[in-house]
């Protein structure tokens, strides 16, 4: 008995990626790419599954099938694009979601970012979140009235997240949230805290009080 290919199409040509995605399944369309499915097999009707995935709207099928390289200019019989299929059937928000959490644009173009590479990203939001916060808690100090301090330091805080969602983990809306949480955006403020509670301890303390350093100053 010979194995059945993963993209063994039935009598109408529909391949089980097809209809796990027409079924909203998420994990089985994570499973089927993970074993080799083509994104872009089509059945009898020029349909792919990409054009499948939007008759259910569900965002994740949507955004999986996207990642793993479906053709989203690729029309069927009618010369319908799964972009018109998600309008025609009202799914069109969780055609654009699903593009947005991919970086492009709702026609499939990617969004300008500053920093694309992945790696350079996550150095770029480390170093601005610690020496940003750096800059906040000099603010706080340096403010001549504790009022004013707080609200320049509502200010900084406020520009130091929009750089890092907007302009360098390119979220554009709550939906893309998981851009956030999978980053090293959390860390870097764990991090940027510590540090700078240990700069204000060593400079304003331990070299203050510490036997050690007074009898160094002292000599």
Not at 179 to 195: D, E, Q
Request: positive net charge.
């Amino acid at each position: 008995m010979q194995p059945i290919s993963v993209d063994t199409q039935d009598q109408e040509g529909h391949t089980s990626l097809s209809w796990a995605a027409y079924q909203g399944d998420a994990i089985s369309v994570e499973l089927l790419l993970k074993a080799g499915a083509s994104p872009n097999r089509t059945d009898h009707q020029g349909l792919n599954p990409l054009h499948w995935a939007v008759t259910k709207g569900n965002t994740a099928c949507i955004k999986r099938i996207i990642e793993a390289g479906a053709e989203l200019d690729k029309r069927d019989h009618q010369g319908k694009t799964a972009r018109d299929m998600s309008v025609e059937l009202k799914s069109f928000a969780s055609y654009k979601r699903a593009l947005l959490e991919l970086g492009m644009d709702e026609r499939g173009k990617e969004l300008d970012r500053p920093i694309k590479d992945s790696k350079k990203v996550q150095w770029a939001v480390f170093a601005v979140t610690v020496l940003g916060m750096g800059g906040v808690a000099k603010t706080l100090e340096l403010s001549s009235y504790w009022w004013l301090g707080w609200i320049l330091m509502g200010i900084e805080c406020w520009g130091i997240h929009w750089v890092v969602t907007k302009q360098l983990l390119g979220v554009k809306e709550p939906s893309q949230s998981d851009k956030i949480t999978k980053s090293n955006y959390l860390c870097a403020i764990i991090v940027g805290s510590l540090v700078w509670v240990g700069w204000v301890w060593v400079t304003r303390y331990l070299c203050k009080y510490n036997p050690f350093f007074l009898s160094v100053r002292g000599n």
